[in-house]
């Protein structure tokens, strides 16, 4: 049996139908768009012995022509050896893709042809001259065919290290370090904090998924950075920490994973966003990491009210239109009194999210939130007054519109508005109207594949009126202009110079104009 294979590796039909069914493949001949499936097979009302019929002669091939580059060896397998069949139009359809099963099927037919020569030794196909020869080439590459087996071997071993010390075959590990120096010039001279700063977000992430549909995703964080201390919340940046620590802690925590074949479902344990549960419509979306440097340039303030644990829904209809449900506490784990996943702070997602096509989208959003103010904007639109009460107690109702629309491949125009409705639930009450708006102009793969390039010009959340006590109108308007061009370095390495420009910060005249200076760098694996 051992030299019967050796003999099989070197026969002249087992390597011309080798040669014949490669050969193509390297050459590019074969479109995989030919390929004959079951419905092919259907139309032409074949059966499984008239898909293929034995031929006798090349020339019964209606579409091989003497100048085709696999004519000879066609001709060969065919009149010699008796192992090429075609179909029953007559044609042979050499440019089709193979299939595997097409590939077994034609090998067997030629095996059978070959134990058949070599059985009865009475035909002139396979004659002792033949059998000198593949003696004699058995012999010649015998250094090589060694060569080779030593080669095999050693991929088979390396192989197997790999698969024995990989991380995980369900999960993914990532990770990602931004670094940011930042500083302020100008504004007025109570404005004191205008040092030089360096600080840095760490996280590792864990992306592991059970059924190659669903996804669990658990994230560990570390963040020292400040936002720039300016007398508002106007500026502040997208990445900036909490409470400037380095300490690490589990920062997002969820699982993800289908409910049919258009619903999606996600239950949040912690630290969840809006971008979680819906599409924020913003190219400059990338959470601090990547595109815009500051809150505001991120995505509409009023998605910053809602946040932390609990669930979101995503039912497609169609490819163009999708609905988006979330609920959000963020003090669903503290069981004192006014707190709890319904009695304290949350924030209630819906969002119909359009996209006519592939370069346009547009969000229609509502927001319902209790104790859930702005992030950014003046002091009056974020609510500081309140936030300073023992227990502040208020609810809002907010709109947004976004839209992004890629009026070419690398010019993407986008912006929003919202509008946001409060009252004061406790104390004298009253209510307060809050706006604001921005477009955005984003320049993607600008000088390089991967870069990205933006601006953003808008006004930070205003109170436009108010009668609620301590929230006052702001009577001026400032205007947020953004800058930035994202590098991308390497695959994994970005560098992000950025300017933030706020006339009459906290909307007021009085105060002087404010640039902060930012460099990011992202260093991912």
């Given at each position: 049996?051992?030299?019967?294979?050796?003999y099989l590796?070197?026969?002249p039909?087992?390597?011309?139908s080798?040669?014949?069914?490669g050969?193509?493949?390297?050459?590019?001949?074969?479109?995989?768009?030919?390929?004959?499936?079951?419905?092919?097979?259907?139309?032409?009302?074949?059966?499984?012995?008239?898909?293929?019929?034995?031929?006798t002669?090349?020339?019964?091939?209606s579409d091989v022509?003497?100048?085709?580059w696999?004519?000879?060896a066609?001709?060969?397998?065919v009149?010699?050896?008796g192992?090429i069949a075609g179909?029953p139009?007559?044609t042979?359809?050499?440019?089709?893709?193979?299939?595997?099963?097409?590939?077994?099927?034609g090998?067997?037919a030629?095996l059978?042809?070959?134990?058949?020569?070599?059985?009865?030794?009475?035909?002139d196909?396979?004659?002792?001259?033949?059998?000198?020869?593949?003696?004699?080439l058995?012999e010649?590459?015998s250094?090589?065919?060694?060569?080779?087996?030593?080669?095999?071997?050693?991929?088979?071993?390396?192989?197997?290290?790999l698969?024995a010390n990989?991380f995980?075959?369900?999960?993914k590990?990532?990770?990602?370090v931004?670094?940011?120096?930042?500083?302020?010039l100008?504004?007025?001279?109570?404005?004191?904090d205008?040092?030089t700063?360096?600080?840095?977000?760490?996280?590792?992430?864990?992306?592991?998924?059970?059924?190659?549909r669903d996804?669990?995703f658990?994230?560990?964080?570390?963040?020292?950075i400040?936002s720039?201390?300016?007398g508002?919340n106007?500026?502040?940046f997208?990445f900036a920490?909490?409470?400037?620590?380095?300490?690490?802690?589990i920062?997002?925590l969820?699982?993800k994973?289908?409910?049919?074949?258009?619903?999606?479902?996600?239950?949040?344990?912690?630290?969840?966003?809006a971008?979680?549960?819906?599409?924020?419509?913003?190219?400059f979306?990338?959470?601090?990491?990547?595109?815009?440097?500051t809150?505001?340039g991120?995505?509409?303030?009023?998605?910053?009210?809602?946040?932390?644990?609990?669930l979101?829904i995503?039912?497609?209809?169609?490819d163009?239109?999708?609905l988006?449900?979330g609920?959000l506490?963020?003090?669903?784990?503290?069981?004192?009194?006014?707190?709890g996943?319904?009695?304290?702070?949350?924030?209630?997602?819906?969002?119909?999210?359009?996209?006519?096509?592939?370069?346009?989208?547009?969000?229609?959003?509502?927001?319902?939130s209790y104790?859930?103010?702005?992030?950014?904007?003046?002091t009056?639109?974020?609510?500081?007054?309140l936030?300073?009460?023992?227990?502040?107690?208020?609810?809002?109702?907010?709109?947004?519109?976004?839209a992004?629309i890629?009026?070419?491949?690398?010019f993407?125009?986008?912006?929003?508005a919202?509008?946001?409705?409060s009252?004061?639930l406790?104390?004298?009450?009253?209510?307060?109207d809050?706006w604001?708006?921005a477009?955005?102009?984003?320049f993607?793969?600008?000088g390089?594949?991967?870069?990205?390039?933006?601006?953003i010009?808008?006004?930070?959340?205003?109170?436009t009126?108010s009668?609620?006590?301590g929230?006052?109108?702001?009577?001026?308007?400032s205007?947020?202009?953004?800058a930035?061009?994202?590098?991308?370095?390497?695959?994994?390495?970005?560098i992000?110079?950025?300017?933030?420009w706020?006339?009459?910060?906290?909307?007021?005249d009085n105060?002087?104009d404010?640039v902060?200076?930012?460099?990011?760098?992202?260093?991912s694996?």
């Amino acid at each position: 049996m051992r030299e019967f294979w050796k003999y099989l590796l070197f026969s002249p039909v087992f390597g011309g139908s080798m040669l014949f069914f490669g050969a193509a493949v390297y050459a590019g001949e074969i479109p995989t768009t030919s390929v004959i499936n079951n419905s092919d097979i259907k139309a032409e009302n074949l059966t499984k012995e008239q898909v293929m019929a034995q031929v006798t002669s090349v020339s019964q091939l209606s579409d091989v022509q003497p100048t085709d580059w696999a004519f000879q060896a066609l001709q060969s397998l065919v009149e010699r050896y008796g192992c090429i069949a075609g179909y029953p139009n007559s044609t042979y359809r050499g440019n089709r893709a193979l299939t595997r099963y097409e590939f077994a099927a034609g090998l067997n037919a030629c095996l059978d042809r070959v134990n058949e020569l070599i059985a009865t030794a009475t035909s002139d196909a396979v004659t002792q001259q033949d059998l000198g020869t593949l003696q004699r080439l058995q012999e010649e590459f015998s250094a090589e065919l060694a060569t080779l087996r030593g080669r095999v071997d050693s991929l088979e071993a390396r192989t197997s290290e790999l698969e024995a010390n990989q991380f995980s075959t369900t999960t993914k590990l990532q990770g990602e370090v931004v670094a940011v120096i930042s500083d302020v010039l100008g504004g007025n001279e109570d404005i004191t904090d205008k040092n030089t700063t360096l600080g840095a977000r760490t996280r590792i992430q864990f992306v592991t998924s059970f059924t190659g549909r669903d996804t669990l995703f658990t994230r560990i964080q570390a963040n020292n950075i400040l936002s720039p201390s300016i007398g508002t919340n106007e500026g502040n940046f997208a990445f900036a920490g909490e409470d400037g620590t380095t300490n690490a802690k589990i920062d997002a925590l969820f699982y993800k994973f289908p409910l049919g074949a258009k619903t999606e479902v996600i239950a949040i344990a912690n630290a969840g966003a809006a971008d979680d549960i819906t599409d924020t419509v913003n190219l400059f979306d990338g959470d601090g990491s990547t595109g815009a440097l500051t809150t505001f340039g991120t995505r509409n303030p009023i998605y910053n009210q809602i946040g932390g644990a609990g669930l979101g829904i995503t039912q497609q209809f169609g490819d163009k239109i999708a609905l988006n449900l979330g609920y959000l506490s963020g003090t669903a784990n503290d069981p004192s009194p006014n707190n709890g996943l319904f009695n304290g702070a949350y924030g209630a997602l819906a969002q119909l999210t359009l996209r006519p096509s592939d370069r346009i989208a547009v969000g229609l959003t509502y927001i319902n939130s209790y104790r859930q103010p702005l992030l950014t904007g003046s002091t009056n639109a974020t609510f500081q007054s309140l936030l300073a009460e023992e227990n502040p107690a208020f609810s809002s109702n907010s709109y947004g519109v976004q839209a992004s629309i890629g009026l070419s491949e690398k010019f993407v125009l986008g912006g929003w508005a919202g509008y946001t409705n409060s009252r004061n639930l406790t104390g004298n009450g009253g209510k307060a109207d809050i706006w604001n708006y921005a477009v955005t102009l984003g320049f993607p793969d600008l000088g390089k594949k991967g870069n990205l390039a933006g601006i953003i010009a808008g006004v930070e959340p205003r109170v436009t009126s108010s009668s609620i006590l301590g929230v006052e109108k702001d009577t001026d308007t400032s205007y947020h202009l953004e800058a930035f061009y994202q590098y991308q370095l390497t695959d994994n390495i970005s560098i992000t110079p950025g300017i933030i420009w706020l006339t009459s910060p906290n909307h007021n005249d009085n105060n002087d104009d404010v640039v902060i200076g930012a460099l990011r760098t992202r260093f991912s694996f």
